[in-house]
Every structure is written in structure tokens, then in C-alpha cells.
T-cell receptor, first 116, second 113 residues
Framework: DTGVSQDPRHKITKRGQNVTFRCDPI?????LYWYRQTLGQGPEFLTY????????KSRLLSDRFSAERPKGSFSTLEIQRTEQGDSAMYLC??????????????FGEGSWLTVV | QQPVQSPQAVILREGEDAVINCSSS?????VHWYRQKHGEAPVFLMI?????EQKGHEKISASFNEKKQQSSLYLTASQLSYSGTYFC??????????????FGQGTTLQVKP
């Protein structure tokens, strides 16, 4: 079990460019989440998948953001036409729902995005 | 709906104890506690599901009140490694057990030698 892995860890991009982040969840986990965190704040929920189905999207997720999880394995988060306000750490997390012990959610190391 | 954490910051000497509180205006399905060090991802500490529940390890434990609207994290005999920002993540009761967490604003803990 290697934990949740994210790639790239750091990305600097010019405003207006597109960026894509990849997340590989813990292998037996069927749920996958994307969160965004800015300095001094707690993580904010963006979206989540159960297997390959995207079940909820936050209103924070504008139409420039799209997430996919083909085949219920890894996931990608794409940001089109980046803006400076998109600069943040994008966190991926995964879980396996156990009705007895709950939905323990494990975070990856995060992907830092800086838009210049 | 964001839970309120208190205090916002605390400074301790090694060996001292601390309590961090997390309060919600709505009844919760679960409370999750995480510790995050600067520039790193949040690390899972524990999850509480049942009203009146208390759980944890020897020196880090947590409680969830009967009404399931407040949780406290207890750090005893603090160590330097406890330094970081502590977040509670809450799942609102009735939200469908999605695992969608709403995080508090965090409590920064600094342990000094």
C-alpha cells in the first residue's frame, strides 16, 4: 500500500494555459475526492467519485474545471484557461466506505499550482 | 455550515496538554481529525461516528458529544512532533454518507522545547 499519489507535485503555469493533475488512489478504495486548499485555510471540497461515477460537484468547480475517473481507477483534474485565483494546493483523497467504522479518508501529498 | 474551531492558535512547552474544540451548528454524521504540517498533506488522526464516543491512542484522543455537534481533540504530554495545524472535517447528518467533509479553519499548535 503506497498511499494516495499525485502528480505533478508542483506546477507553475502562465495565466490562460491549461493544466492537468493526476491522482492514483489507494488501490482498494472505491471513493476518490478532490479538494482545494489555499494558505491558511482548510481544504475545500471540489468533487467526488464512487468508482467511475462522479456523484457530486461543488459550486466552486466552475466550468473551467473538469474531473474524470475512467474505469474507476486513477483520476485527472483539468483546469482550462487558468487564472491567478486558481493558485492553490489541489489535494486528492480516497476512501473505502465501511458502515461500521465510517468513511476514513486519506489524502495525497497534494499538487501545488502557481499561476503567474 | 463550516465548523468553528477553537482556539485558533496555541503554544505549548513539551509535556503540556492541549484541547482543541470543533463545533457545528448542525448535527453531524461524523467528525474527522487531521494534522497538517507546513507544505504537506493532511494526515488522518481519527474518525468519530457515535454520539458520546471517545477514542484514541494514549496521548492523542478525541470525543464526540451526545448531540453530535461538538468534538474535542485532546493532546496530552505534548511532543515536538505534535506541532502543526489541526483540522476537524465534518460530515453533516443527512448528507448521504458521501464522505464530503467540511473543514474548520484550523488550529495552529506549536510545541516548544
Amino acid at each position: 500500500d503506497t498511499g494516495v499519489s499525485q502528480d505533478p507535485r508542483h506546477k507553475i503555469t502562465k495565466r490562460g494555459q491549461n493544466v492537468t493533475f493526476r491522482c492514483d488512489p489507494i488501490s482498494e478504495h472505491n471513493r476518490l475526492y478532490w479538494y482545494r486548499q489555499t494558505l491558511g485555510q482548510g481544504p475545500e471540497f471540489l468533487t467526488y467519485f464512487q468508482n467511475e461515477a462522479q456523484l457530486e460537484k461543488s459550486r466552486l468547480l466552475s466550468d473551467r474545471f473538469s474531473a474524470e475517473r475512467p474505469k474507476g481507477s486513477f483520476s485527472t483534474l483539468e483546469i482550462q484557461r487558468t487564472e491567478q485565483g486558481d493558485s492553490a494546493m489541489y489535494l486528492c483523497a480516497s476512501s473505502w466506505l465501511d458502515r461500521g467504522s465510517g468513511n476514513t479518508i486519506y489524502f495525497g501529498e497534494g499538487s501545488w499550482l502557481t499561476v503567474v | 455550515q463550516q465548523p468553528v474551531q477553537s482556539p485558533q492558535a496555541v503554544i505549548l512547552r513539551e509535556g503540556e496538554d492541549a484541547v482543541i474544540n470543533c463545533s457545528s451548528s448542525k448535527a453531524l454524521y461524523s467528525v474527522h481529525w487531521y494534522r497538517q504540517k507546513h507544505g504537506e498533506a493532511p494526515v488522518f488522526l481519527m474518525i468519530l461516528l457515535k454520539g458520546g464516543e471517545q477514542k484514541g491512542h494514549e496521548k492523542i484522543s478525541a470525543s464526540f458529544n451526545e448531540k453530535k455537534q461538538q468534538s474535542s481533540l485532546y493532546l496530552t504530554a505534548s511532543q515536538l512532533s505534535y506541532s502543526g495545524t489541526y483540522f476537524c472535517g465534518t460530515e453533516i447528518l443527512g448528507s448521504g454518507n458521501t464522505g464530503k467533509l467540511i473543514f474548520g479553519q484550523g488550529t495552529t499548535l506549536q510545541v516548544k522545547p
